[in-house]
């Protein structure tokens, strides 16, 4: 045993800061988690989507291309259904987002009758080229959206948005 005693004051400080410490740690470790967890998680958004459509048979002419997956809310699974508007260009395929950049409407290709060759936002009348470019002096603010593309065994698979690298 020790000579050096501790006094009643030395005694309650060290157990005060004691207590304090694992109260503050028990506050602030599930704060640290709940800004961290989210970077630790796996997530799939990177995946790429097989659809029905095969690449041999996709044309000049933009079609609708619907995408099933299942989507994965806490402890609630669900299948959602996403599109496309999918054409081929040259050699390249080429697959926009119908989400307009005005209000988050969905564009439609060849809607609009005095634009045969344009897709089309009913909301308010917002146009855009094949390309995806906004048509100037329409509401759009800016181009739609790319969709990664990829093939697998000869049929097409779309991946996460990224933004249009078509228009210049």
Not at 39 to 49: A, E, K, P, S, T
Not at 147 to 158: F, H, N, Q, R, T
Request: net charge negative; hydrophobic share 35%.
């Amino acid at each position: 045993m020790s000579n050096n005693r501790v006094s009643r004051r030395q005694f309650l400080s060290y157990t005060l800061t004691g207590v304090g410490g694992f109260m503050a740690a028990g506050m602030l470790m599930p704060m640290v988690r709940f800004a961290i967890d989210p970077v630790l998680q796996n997530h799939g958004g990177g995946d790429f989507i097989q659809t029905e459509h095969k690449i041999a048979d996709i044309t000049e002419e933009p079609v609708k291309v619907d995408l099933k997956f299942e989507q994965v809310d806490a402890w609630y699974k669900s299948e959602v259904t996403n599109m496309a508007w999918v054409y081929k260009e040259g050699d390249q395929i080429i697959a926009l987002s119908p989400v307009c950049k005005h209000l988050g409407c969905m564009v439609n290709w060849a809607q609009d009758s005095a634009h045969p060759d344009q897709f089309f936002c009913p909301c308010h009348a917002g146009r855009y080229e094949k390309n995806g470019k906004n048509v100037p002096g329409t509401p759009p603010t800016g181009p739609l959206d790319e969709y990664e593309v990829s093939e697998k065994d000869g049929y097409l698979m779309l991946g996460p948005t990224k933004a249009n690298t078509l228009v210049k």
